[in-house]
């Protein structure tokens, strides 16, 4: 009798042992790494809108949106969105310098097929989008002002829509914005 | 020292895990489309592969039979979770590129394979010497798809960012087939094929 219950109890109190060893070694890692992820990922950030806007001083992040200052001005807004590409989300850092102009875009993370639709990440095709006026960011194809890529029109019309769609979105919550700081200087 | 050194050598080329015993698989598809990527995933792997290896191997006669495989899968799924966080500390860029695959180590058979084949049953110099074996013979192979399918798909080899070769007409016009998952089907089979004709298996 005794030995039938050791039996049950035994592999029991064992595989608890072993997971609750587990669990502490994995969150003395998770404490561990925690900050230096975090950090990571500002660093991250903090050099994407520094390649778009070069004159950045300081950031500030409200909203989703990310207003760019050079000393004490606005030079403009950044904000990430993503579109679905060929082989999966594409997250774009999408600058504008104001309610109509882009300023530049980044490809921050995709899944495209090497040599056809990543070539979205190359330097020809990201500074294509620098400067236009929102109504002209469509494929030429499409009547717009930027070249697609040959062979990954899924991939180049992905990136060209989740650019201008999210710049017309957000440009609504800009001229709000500018309000509320100036009445907050009063 | 012969018998550590048989263990070890045998993964590399006798029993590859990829092209002998066909295990791991599912990475070595998906991921070999880049040598950053297979130099980061078979890190991955190499770790996790020895610090399971030597867990179970330390742990094999006080693990009670009923539970070892959920004993084994415990140890392996918190090895890759901190890999996962490590990578994430410390290579942002290759998390990034390997995306899902590197919490998939869970799941590599070689891994779990490994722990309940071999290190379940041999003492723990005898499991680092099979883990290390395994690991490069992994790391050879998805070294080898990932060459091919990015020679053939992109006509240019870069590691790193850094551009080593650039083919002449390839790089113009790829063979973009090599870099979609049917190129990955078509080299390693291959490729095993190959290994089946040199006669790798006779000893199996």
């Known amino acids: 009798m005794k030995s039938a219950l050791s039996n049950y109890a035994r592999p029991i109190l064992f595989l608890t042992l072993v997971v609750f060893i587990a669990v502490s070694v994995l969150s003395l890692t998770y404490q561990a790494t925690k900050d230096t992820i975090e950090e990571q990922q500002d660093a991250k950030i903090k050099s994407t809108l520094q390649e778009l806007f070069p004159a950045l001083d300081t950031y500030e992040y409200q909203d989703s949106l990310y207003t760019i200052y050079s000393q004490d001005d606005t030079i403009g807004y950044a904000f990430l969105t993503s579109g679905k590409g060929y082989g999966g989300n594409i997250d774009i850092m999408v ?92 | 020292m012969s018998r550590l050194r048989k263990e070890f050598l045998k993964g590399i080329i006798i029993s590859n895990p990829v092209f002998v015993l066909a295990l791991g698989l599912c990475p070595a598809l998906a991921i070999s489309i880049s040598i950053d990527n297979a130099l980061g995933m078979s890190m991955g792997v190499a770790i996790v592969l020895l610090g399971s290896n030597i867990m179970v191997a330390t742990l094999r006669k006080i693990v009670p039979n009923a539970v070892r495989i959920p004993v084994f899968i415990v ?26 695959y590197l919490p998939l180590i869970v799941v590599n058979c070689i891994v779990l394979g490994r722990a309940e084949a071999f290190a379940s049953k041999n ?34 080899l870069t590691v790193f ?35 089946r004709r040199m006669g790798v298996l006779k000893n199996e």
């Open chain 2, 123 to 156: 003492p723990i110099f005898d499991s680092i010497a099979d883990a290390l074996g395994i690991a490069i013979g992994f790391m050879l192979a998805l070294l080898l798809v990932s060459f091919i399918r990015q020679m053939l798909g992109t006509g240019m």
């Open chain 2, 75 to 100: 140890i392996i799924a918190s090895f890759v979770t901190i890999i996962d966080l490590l990578f994430q500390a410390y290579f942002p860029p290759l998390h990034q590129s390997l995306g899902i």
């Open chain 2, 161 to 195: 960012g850094k551009e080593l070769l650039r083919l002449p007409g390839l790089a113009s016009h790829p063979m973009a087939l090599f870099v979609l998952p049917p190129g990955a089907f078509l080299v390693i089979a291959l490729l095993l094929a190959l290994f």
């Open chain 1, 95 to 186: 600058g504008i310098e104001n309610e109509t102009t882009l300023k530049g875009i980044l490809i921050i993370s995709q899944q495209e097929t090497p040599g056809l639709g990543n070539r979205i990440t190359e330097d020809w095709f990201t500074s294509s989008f620098a400067g236009l006026s929102l109504s002209d960011v469509f494929l030429k194809k499409d009547g717009g002002a930027i070249d697609g890529i040959t062979g990954a029109t899924i991939s180049s019309r992905a990136v060209v829509d989740a650019v201008r769609e999210a710049a017309m979105e957000k440009i609504k919550a800009i001229p709000e914005r500018t309000q509320a700081k100036a009445g907050d200087l009063e």
